[in-house]
């Protein structure tokens, strides 16, 4: 049973930073790729960042590229997305998701860990 | 960016009645690998999005045959033939030919 849990969210300031982890199970964490999708309050589902399933490419939405860095730690079965720099429209709830490698569709999704950008 | 757009935003539907979504993207989906790959998702209310159909037409693990995808090229179409109760949510067509991924503005299925 594939299983994505998502934590590290919460109350932060403009200008700060926050790190997302995502702890994945129940699958061959080799194969699968993980995207972060975000999903700004009564808002549509926006493509955050991707790691590839070796963990060493990261691919970025323009509008967090620079300041958002995605990793993994595969000991763990962990990935990671570090927010650099919060502005207040990353508030959001942000999904991780697998992706089999390859395959182009996103089949399992965590069920989110909220990030709150305000003053 | 591939923009893409979904009619109708909102659809109301009786029970037990058929239900369609659009979706249209703003290049073609085809992939130099042959596929296209675009995906429907399905977000009920307070839950994480699902995945029902991938590869156009491909129904996911789990997901009831009353859902059914087609299309082609830069139109598709989500259909279920007889809506459920637990139909009621969000749909969402995603595009994955292309980076960034994009999706839909999201279709509101909600019971008559």
């Known amino acids: 049973q594939v299983q994505l849990v998502g934590s590290g969210g919460g109350v932060v300031q403009p200008g700060t930073s926050l790190t997302l982890s995502c702890a994945a199970s129940g699958f061959t964490s080799a194969k699968y790729a993980i995207h972060w999708v975000r999903q700004a309050p009564v808002k549509g589902l926006e493509w955050v960042a991707l790691i590839s399933n070796d963990g060493r490419h990261g691919n970025y939405a323009d509008s967090v590229r620079g300041r958002f860095t995605v990793s993994s730690d595969n000991s763990k079965n962990t990935l990671y997305l570090q927010m650099n720099n919060l502005r207040v429209e990353d508030t959001a709830l942000y999904f991780c998701a697998s992706e089999l490698w390859g395959s182009g569709y996103v089949d399992y999704w965590g069920q989110g860990t909220l990030v709150t950008v305000s003053s | 960016d591939i923009v893409m757009t979904q009619t109708p935003l909102s659809s109301p539907v009786t029970l037990g009645q058929p239900a369609s979504i659009s979706c249209r993207s703003s290049?073609?989906?085809?992939?130099?690998?042959?596929?296209?790959?675009l995906s429907w998702l399905q977000q009920r209310p307070g839950q994480p999005p699902r995945l029902l159909i991938y590869?156009?037409?491909n129904r996911f693990s789990g997901v009831p045959d009353r859902f059914s995808g087609s299309g082609a090229g830069t139109d598709f179409t989500l259909k279920i033939s007889k809506v459920e109760a637990e139909d009621v949510g969000v749909y969402y067509c995603?595009?994955?030919?292309?980076?960034?991924?994009?999706f839909g503005q999201g279709t509101k299925l909600e019971i008559k």
């Open positions: 590869k156009i037409s």
């Open positions: 290049q073609s989906l085809v992939h130099s690998d042959g596929n296209t790959y």
């Open positions: 995603m595009q994955a030919t292309q980076f960034p991924y994009t």
